[in-house]
């Protein structure tokens, strides 16, 4: 389904979709680097970075336009959100930072400074990821029991 079919209201489902596929990109990628697959790696890894890219271009659209979305849930489920909500904010403020730098070592062939950094990198970005669907999910999909 193209971009210009989508309204706005349907851009945190897609960025849910582009977070799962950028953390299934991502383990892939560190599967691949593992049997030292490594232009296939690099590829992946390239991938998941356009792919976090549009995702972040369409959540800055989303909330520009939207603004913040409340969570009106309550008890246990609302402490959990919001403790997963502030580690995925803070977190994902880093993830662009660390993958341009970490991308770019590997670019520049500085690969002791690429693998040292990646280690770093690919959990924070896999946690920013994941986290971004279960905030996704629980913002948009779960229904509080009555």
């Not at 490594?38 to 939207?66: D, E, P, Q």
């Not at 040292?116 to 959990?123: G, I, Q, V, Y």
């Not at 999910?137 to 029991?145: D, E, G, H, I, S």
């Amino acid at each position: 389904m193209p971009i210009a079919w989508l309204g706005i209201h349907d851009l945190p489902a897609l960025n849910a979709t582009l977070n799962g596929i950028a953390a299934v990109l991502l383990m892939a990628g560190y599967a691949l680097i593992r049997r030292k697959q490594i232009n296939a790696h690099h590829k992946v890894m390239w991938t998941a970075f356009g792919v976090s890219c549009v995702f972040l271009a369409s959540y800055l659209i989303y909330h520009y336009n939207v603004g913040v979305v409340p969570f009106s849930k309550l008890g246990w489920v609302r402490t959990f959100y919001l403790w997963l909500l502030a580690t995925h904010t803070v977190l994902a403020g880093a993830v662009p930072i660390l993958a341009i730098i970490t991308l770019t070592y590997a670019q520049k062939g500085k690969f002791q400074k690429h693998r040292a950094l990646a280690k770093w990198t690919f959990p924070v970005w896999l946690y920013v990821s994941v986290t971004g669907v279960i905030v996704y999910l629980l913002l948009y999909q779960v229904q509080p029991r009555l």
